[in-house]
């Protein structure tokens, strides 16, 4: 793995939607430094997916920060 365990952090969410499912969110953050030392950096612009769009089952397109 190219990271040190102090490098990167993952945070785990569970919650329930209105019906009571039940539903996570997970994010993961990772230092500057550890991003520098493989040749990116914290400035440039975030990636996105790119067309063709996901399969239908992951739900909306737009939902997804698009």
Do not use: N
Not at 19 to 32: D, K, L, M, P, T
Not at 35 to 59: C, V, Y
């Amino acid at each position: 793995m190219p990271f040190d365990e102090a490098d990167f952090r993952i945070d785990l969410m569970r919650c329930r939607d209105p019906e009571g499912r039940v539903y996570c969110h997970s994010q993961f953050s990772i230092r500057a430094d550890a991003l520098r030392r493989l040749g990116l950096h914290p400035d440039q612009p975030t990636s996105a997916a790119a067309d063709p769009p996901p399969p239908k089952w992951w739900g909306p397109w737009d939902s997804w920060g698009r």
